[in-house]
């Protein structure tokens, strides 16, 4: 029920957007996060859109660079991210929880998508 693209091979300092593509009701009156994990690292949180999006949170490593935003019409999060750095090589994923507010650990999300393969080379 949510999908999550975009992800691909880019170098230091280049950009890409990600899309979590939500179907069914998931994602409706619904925050959103994006979570990521590096190799040999534990899944860690990115950055968190409200419901409706007026209201987003990111990781301090990625604040600046990166940028989440909705279209609820096409229900469809976004993850823009730029200035990519060799650290921000992960496997990115997209979840959803029961509630509107944003939220920045993986425990309080109750939908999840596949992930999208982001590497950054230096």
């Known amino acids: 029920q949510l999908q999550a693209s975009g992800g691909g091979l880019v170098q230091a300092g280049g950009s890409l957007r990600l899309s979590c593509a939500c179907s069914?009701?998931?994602?409706?009156?619904?925050?959103v996060g994006w979570f990521r994990q590096g190799p040999g690292k534990e899944r860690e949180f990115v950055a968190s859109v409200s419901w409706p999006g007026t209201k987003t949170k990111y990781a301090d490593s990625v604040k600046g660079r990166f940028s989440v935003s909705r279209d609820n019409v096409k229900k469809i999060i976004y993850l823009q991210m730029n200035s990519l750095k060799p650290e921000d090589t992960a496997i990115y994923y997209c979840?959803?929880?029961?509630?509107?507010?944003?939220?920045?650990?993986?425990?309080?999300?109750?939908?999840w998508g596949q992930g999208t393969q982001v590497t950054v080379s230096s």
């Open positions: 979840a959803a929880r029961l509630y509107s507010t944003v939220a920045v650990t993986a425990s309080e999300y109750d939908l």
């Open positions: 069914r009701r998931a994602g409706e009156h619904q925050a």
